[in-house]
């Protein structure tokens, strides 16, 4: 099994919150690793442990809000990262409807969430990835801002540099706030959701 079960979990509904990033110490902390980041806040949060190695991803699970939580990282680098999730969800046969992918956002301003139920990839590339492995493109995902690049830099040297001063505060609310949301996702679904948490974590009226 994918993790011991207590005979009280075996009735309990699959979830699974996958993070999108690269492996490697040199993506830790950078922009385009934002997804890695958000999942393991969820596992501090949670308390689960994310060490084990399945399907080509860092993956643990437990019990949250009364549902059967799997947390993965696919360790596959960001454009392959439909092989992990698609092991996942065909193994334990997991409703598209109970996968949520978290990835970086260039459109979105840093400090902005956005949830949705469905929809393209949006030119990033982990995303495209996932799409062509399950076929469809009609599974949750939250994108996580973080800005254009300034001036000329080019967006492959920007998604790489690492969140640094003042972005380290923003980003620990960013993160935070990712965890209220899949709690109020797994307690009373994507539409409300979506409504309390879009927009940025530093204006609530946005």
Known sequence: MFFK?????????????????????????????????????????????????????????????????????????MNLSGTAVGSFVHFYKIDLAHLVVVNDDMDLPFGNIRIRKAGGSAGQRGMQSIISRLGSEEFPRMRLGIG?????????????????????IILDQVLDTCGDALEIFLEQGIEKAMTLFNGSVLNDDE
């Open 148 to 168: 254009r690049p300034p001036g000329r830099m080019d967006p492959k040297d920007y998604v790489l540099k690492k969140f640094k001063g003042d972005e380290e």
């Open 5 to 77: 079960q207590h005979p009280s979990n075996e009735s309990l509904e699959w979830y699974i919150f996958v993070g999108l990033g690269n492996p490697g110490r040199e993506y830790e902390h950078t922009r385009h690793n934002i997804g890695f980041s958000a999942i393991q806040r969820l596992a501090e949060r949670w308390s689960i442990d994310i060490s084990r190695y399945k399907f080509k991803a860092l993956t643990g699970a437990g019990t949250v809000a009364g549902k059967r939580v799997a947390l993965v990282m696919p360790q596959t680098y």
